[in-house]
């Protein structure tokens, strides 16, 4: 065999340092700088998951992005949603999580083993004052060769997690010996919650869902946990004295609700629905 001559070693040399640049050419980092404070603009990306530049990434990454507000889940049209490498786009699925603030989406197909993807967020996403995400997202990161993070839903349990967790902040107020329950949203049993609760449109937030199966993004009962500024009344749970709101609920809960929410709020128990 011949051993590859010093030029045809300096050409490819030069061609992998010219395929170098182009990719650094394609790919800026995203201008993500979480010190310059919230532009006079809508949600600014704060964290990404996978990191820019991050190697070895499992082939079925679920990628995270974090915002400094909320997303307007109306806007999450997944054609505004890139994730390509050369050639080759993948189609996503993507939901918005207001607890975490996080956009989660994740490829319909697992991806290409080492090899460098782009993913983008174009124009037409906006937070829920209306304002377009601002600067926008784009990112790359590179696959390794195995699969391992494919779980953008986490399964709840609703009588063992959720129920209980309705019962013991709200059902005081929703429920119980309130009846029906304030503002008619009655938490503390399955029937009052799938009656008030659950597609039922708020009343302060007319337009909007208490609780939107699948769209944790889009239930308003979700921001009255976090005290969003823009809810009407008081943040959630109210104080029992009635003077403002108590302390909020664990985050955990909050997370376990919103999780519940984003597999459709399903009253049955994941193990149930095993077969
Ligand atoms: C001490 C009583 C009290 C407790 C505890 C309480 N609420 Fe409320 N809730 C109210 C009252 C009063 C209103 C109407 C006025 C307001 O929104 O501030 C209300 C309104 C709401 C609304 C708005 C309904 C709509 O249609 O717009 C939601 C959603 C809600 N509560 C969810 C919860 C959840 C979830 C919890 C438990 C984490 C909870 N509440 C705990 C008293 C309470």
């Given at each position: 065999?011949?051993?590859?001559?010093?030029?045809?070693?300096?050409?490819?040399?030069?061609?992998?340092?010219?395929?170098?640049?182009?990719?650094?050419?394609?790919?800026?980092?995203?201008?993500?700088?979480?010190?310059?404070?919230?532009?006079?603009?809508?949600?600014?990306?704060?964290?990404?998951?996978?990191?820019?530049?991050?190697?070895?990434?499992?082939?079925?990454?679920?990628?995270?992005?974090?915002?400094?507000?909320?997303?307007?889940?109306?806007s999450l049209n997944v054609d505004r949603i890139d994730?390509?490498?050369?050639?080759?786009?993948?189609?996503t699925?993507a939901?918005?999580?207001?607890?975490?603030?996080?956009?989660?989406?994740?490829?319909?197909?697992?991806?290409?083993?080492?090899?460098?993807?782009?993913?983008e967020i174009e124009e037409g996403i906006?937070?829920?004052?209306?304002?377009?995400v601002?600067?926008g997202?784009?990112?790359?990161?590179?696959?390794?060769?195995?699969?391992?993070?494919?779980?953008?839903?986490?399964?709840?349990?609703?009588?063992?997690?959720?129920?209980?967790?309705?019962?013991?902040?709200?059902?005081?107020?929703?429920?119980?010996?309130?009846?029906?329950?304030?503002?008619?949203?009655?938490?503390?049993?399955?029937?009052?919650?799938?009656?008030?609760?659950?597609?039922?449109?708020?009343?302060?937030?007319?337009?909007?869902?208490?609780?939107?199966?699948?769209?944790?993004?889009?239930?308003?009962?979700?921001?009255?946990?976090?005290?969003?500024?823009?809810?009407?009344?008081?943040?959630?749970?109210?104080?029992?004295?009635?003077?403002?709101?108590?302390?909020?609920?664990?985050?955990?809960?909050?997370?376990?609700?919103?999780?519940?929410?984003?597999?459709?709020?399903?009253?049955?128990?994941?193990?149930?629905?095993?077969?």
């Amino acid at each position: 065999m011949k051993a590859p001559s010093p030029v045809s070693l300096q050409t490819r040399l030069t061609a992998i340092a010219i395929v170098l640049l182009g990719w650094t050419h394609c790919a800026p980092p995203p201008e993500i700088d979480p010190d310059a404070g919230v532009p006079p603009g809508g949600p600014v990306p704060l964290a990404t998951d996978p990191m820019n530049g991050q190697t070895n990434v499992f082939k079925d990454k679920v990628i995270r992005i974090t915002f400094s507000d909320h997303l307007d889940s109306r806007s999450l049209n997944v054609d505004r949603i890139d994730l390509y490498s050369g050639p080759v786009n993948l189609y996503t699925n993507a939901f918005y999580d207001p607890i975490r603030s996080q956009l989660i989406t994740w490829p319909s197909a697992t991806m290409r083993g080492s090899a460098i993807w782009i993913f983008e967020i174009e124009e037409g996403i906006v937070g829920i004052d209306g304002l377009p995400v601002a600067p926008g997202v784009i990112m790359h990161f590179k696959t390794g060769e195995e699969k391992g993070d494919n779980t953008p839903y986490i399964r709840r349990s609703f009588n063992s997690e959720i129920l209980p967790i309705f019962k013991q902040h709200c059902g005081q107020c929703h429920g119980g010996s309130q009846g029906e329950g304030f503002s008619e949203l009655q938490l503390d049993t399955l029937e009052g919650i799938g009656d008030t609760a659950i597609a039922v449109h708020s009343q302060q937030w007319t337009g909007w869902q208490r609780i939107s199966p699948y769209r944790p993004g889009r239930s308003y009962l979700l921001y009255k946990l976090i005290g969003d500024a823009r809810i009407g009344g008081t943040p959630m749970p109210r104080a029992l004295d009635f003077d403002g709101a108590a302390d909020p609920i664990p985050l955990e809960d909050q997370i376990a609700l919103s999780d519940w929410i984003a597999t459709g709020a399903p009253f049955f128990d994941p193990e149930e629905n095993a077969d």
